[in-house]
C-alpha cells in the first residue's frame, strides 16, 4: 500500500539556520510528490511537486526538494530560514485515480522557529 | 480570483445528531476532493469528484458518510449519526486536469 513517513514530528531551528525536513515514500509506481504547508487556521498551500525529470525541484518561499528513488525520499530544505516559515509542513505521494490524483499524506512535521 | 471556500468554519453538534459541511470550488475546477485531518494527523482521502459523479470513494469510512455534488460544482459532505471519532477538520479541495489541488480553509467538526 501507498505510505509516506515523515519522520520527525517537530523540528527546531534558529532563524538563519539551514533547514532540511525528511520524507520517505513507499509506491509501486514513479511517484508523484508534492510538499505542502500549513500555517494556523489556514488551509494548505502547495510548496512545490515533483512529476518527472530534474530530480531537483525548486518551489515558493526558497524552498527545494530532491527526489532520491534509491532511497525513496523527496527531503525539503532551505537554505536559510525566516521566522514566518514556522508551521507545519506535509510531504505526499499523489496516487492516480482516473485522470486525477489522490493525495496520501504524511502526519506532518511542525517546524518551530527560534530568534 | 476567489479561493475555495468552506462553510461553516467551525460546526459544534451532538453525538448522534446529522451535519452538512459545504465546500464551494474554484470557478471551472471539475475535480474536487474531500480530505478529513484529525488531530495531529496528515489529510486522509475521503472522495473525489469528477464533474457530477463521485469517481472514487474508498476513503469513506463507513455509510454513515456521504457525499454529493450534483451540479458539478458545489459539494455537501453529509454525515448521518454523528459519533465523537468523527470530530476533525474537513478540508475540501478542488483541481483542474488533476493537476494541482487548491485547498479551502476547512471546516473544524466537534462532535459532543
Known amino acids: 500500500a501507498q505510505s509516506v513517513t515523515q519522520p520527525d514530528i517537530h523540528i527546531t531551528v534558529s532563524e538563519g539556520a539551514s533547514l532540511e525536513l525528511r520524507c520517505n515514500y513507499s509506491?509501486?509506481?514513479?511517484?508523484?510528490l508534492f510538499w505542502y504547508v500549513q500555517s494556523p487556521g489556514q488551509g494548505l498551500q502547495l510548496l512545490l511537486k515533483y512529476f518527472s525529470g530534474d530530480t531537483l525541484v525548486q518551489g515558493i518561499k526558497g524552498f527545494e526538494a530532491e527526489f532520491k528513488r534509491s532511497q525513496s525520499s523527496f527531503n525539503l530544505r532551505k537554505p536559510s530560514v525566516h521566522w514566518s516559515d514556522a508551521a507545519e509542513y506535509f510531504c505526499?505521494?499523489?496516487?492516480?485515480?482516473?485522470?486525477?490524483?489522490?493525495?496520501?499524506f504524511g502526519q506532518g512535521t511542525r517546524l518551530t522557529i527560534n530568534p | 480570483g476567489a479561493g475555495v471556500s468552506q462553510t461553516p468554519s467551525n460546526k459544534v453538534t451532538e453525538k448522534g445528531k446529522y451535519v452538512e459541511l459545504r465546500c464551494d470550488p474554484i470557478s471551472g475546477h471539475t475535480a474536487l476532493y474531500w480530505y478529513r485531518q484529525s488531530l495531529g494527523q496528515g489529510p486522509e482521502f475521503l472522495i473525489y469528484f469528477q464533474g457530477t459523479g463521485a469517481a472514487d470513494d474508498s476513503g469513506l469510512p463507513n455509510d454513515r458518510f456521504f457525499a454529493v455534488r450534483p451540479e458539478g460544482s458545489v459539494s455537501t459532505l453529509k454525515i448521518q449519526r454523528t459519533e465523537r471519532g468523527d470530530s476533525a477538520v474537513y478540508l475540501c479541495?478542488?483541481?483542474?486536469?488533476?493537476?494541482?489541488?487548491?485547498f479551502g480553509p476547512g471546516t473544524r467538526l466537534t462532535v459532543l
Open positions: 505526499a505521494v499523489g496516487i492516480l485515480i482516473q485522470g486525477a490524483q489522490k493525495l496520501v
Open positions: 509506491y509501486g509506481a514513479t511517484p508523484y
Open positions: 479541495a478542488s483541481s483542474l486536469y488533476g493537476v494541482e489541488q487548491f
